[in-house]
Nanobody, 122 residues
């Protein structure tokens, strides 16, 4: 089993920065990709970013490109999401996930964290 725990969410003003962390435990070596997704009230969960095991490949949603940076530290079993130039529309619950396939599709991910709330005020 894999357990994922997100942290680092909170309230920030528009234009500010925030870094999310996702601590993983369990059989994480079986999973090639780690990703971030988010879900705003009344909306479906959407892809934010993905990174492969060796950190040689990353992909971002259009809304995140140029503002967010995904990274991972395999020695610490931790995934990060650095978010800069935050906008009110970034307000959502952010989830980390692990999966065997490098993918932007939520259904390709097998384990999910409980989520952390990010609120960006205007």
């Amino acid at each position: 089993q894999v357990q994922l725990v997100e942290s680092g969410g909170g309230l920030v003003q528009a234009g500010g920065s925030m870094r999310l962390s996702c601590a993983a435990s369990g059989r994480t070596a079986n999973y090639h990709a780690m990703g971030w997704f988010r879900q705003a009230p009344g909306k479906e969960r959407e892809f934010v970013a993905v990174i492969n095991w060796s950190s040689t490949s990353t992909d971002y949603a259009g809304s995140a490109k140029g503002r967010f940076t995904i990274s991972r530290d395999n020695a610490k079993n931790t995934l990060y999401l650095q978010m800069d130039s935050l906008k009110p529309e970034d307000t959502a619950v952010y989830y980390c996930a692990v999966g065997k396939y490098y993918s932007a599709r939520a259904y390709d991910y097998e384990h999910w964290g409980q989520g952390t709330q990010v609120t960006v005020s205007s």
